[in-house]
């Protein structure tokens, strides 16, 4: 019989930012599953933190984390195991989910949670995430969530993005939300010098492009962090702004020289407001 993998807990990012009001929400959140299991949804951009809080809040509180990726969902039932044929026998694959939701603590990411292959493969989740915090599962037989669970769904959702669907009302009304926004600039730019070592002039450039192109009137982007720091890794490396971020996105050089030369006399003028506060989580 093949095993599963360990359930481990995730390492600490001492520069991941949240906003301070959902950090402390997220302490309500944590407070709560010590009465019964919690389920979140965590709705944004791409690129806006939603798995990165999923795992920093797993190391946070010490808890271990497995993750499942709903869009490799092909089959109802297909999370807790499938059949396997073996030396012309079939037998039972018992997958990680079922071990994950019945060890204590444990926090379960479910990935993507809008764009599974089938539409019926997130069936058993009603059951795992109502009240009942249970399944029959013929193979296994009744299934028991552990104590202490947190549950996160993630999903981007728009016409932008392909394969995704409207997640359920019922299955959505199971879960308390989160939205994500991109980060203030002046929380963007310190987190380019602390994860990208380049300098606050060189971060501000950045992020003040980064901001142009966001709010462009004809072409707007949806650039994430992650691509900030993809730009900002090149500039460390010894790129200029324009080669990096002309390697970095797939961007109309037309647009990027428009907000390039925007931006040519006014480079200083980056937004530092400290509205909202954000602290590392």
């Known amino acids: 019989m093949e095993k599963v993998k360990q359930l481990k807990i995730p390492e600490a990012d001492p520069h991941f930012y949240l906003p301070e009001n959902i950090i402390l929400n997220l302490d309500r959140l944590e407070k709560l599953s010590k009465k019964h299991p919690v389920n ?9 933190g939603k798995s990165s809080l999923v795992r920093q809040f797993s190391a946070r509180y010490k808890r271990p984390l497995a993750t499942f990726q709903m869009g490799l969902l092909s089959e109802p039932g297909q999370l807790f195991g499938e ?25 379960i990411h479910l990935e993507e949670i809008n764009r599974p292959e089938h539409p019926k493969a997130l069936n058993e ?3 795992v995430l109502s009240e009942d915090r249970s399944i029959w599962v013929d193979e296994l037989g009744q299934v028991n969530t552990a104590n202490g669970l947190v549950f996160f769904g993630t999903l981007n959702e728009g016409p932008e993005f392909s394969g995704v669907d409207q997640l359920d009302a019922a299955l959505r009304d199971r879960f308390y939300t989160i939205h994500l926004e991109y980060l203030p600039n002046i929380v963007e730019q310190k987190i380019l010098t602390l994860k990208a070592s380049v300098t606050e002039e060189q971060a501000a450039q950045i992020v003040s492009v980064v901001s142009g192109l966001r709010s ?10 992650r691509h900030s720091l993809m730009v900002a890794e090149l500039v460390s490396a010894g790129a200029t702004i324009r080669e990096a971020f002309i390697y970095s996105l797939q961007i109309n050089r037309e647009v990027l020289e428009s907000v390039l030369l925007s931006l040519h006399l006014s480079q200083e003028e ?12």
Do not use: W
Not at 216 to 225: A, F, G, K, V, Y
Not at 270 to 281: K, L, R
């Open 216 to 225: 462009n009137p004809q072409d707007p982007m949806t650039i994430s962090t």
């Open 83 to 107: 059949q396997r044929l073996r030396a012309g026998e079939t037998y039972f694959q018992e997958f990680l989910f079922p071990k994950a939701i019945t060890t204590d603590g444990c926090v």
């Open 125 to 127: 989740l009603y059951s």
């Open 40 to 48: 979140v949804l965590i709705v944004g951009k791409q690129g806006c």
């Open 270 to 281: 980056v937004e530092i407001s400290h509205e909202n506060g954000y602290s590392a989580f």
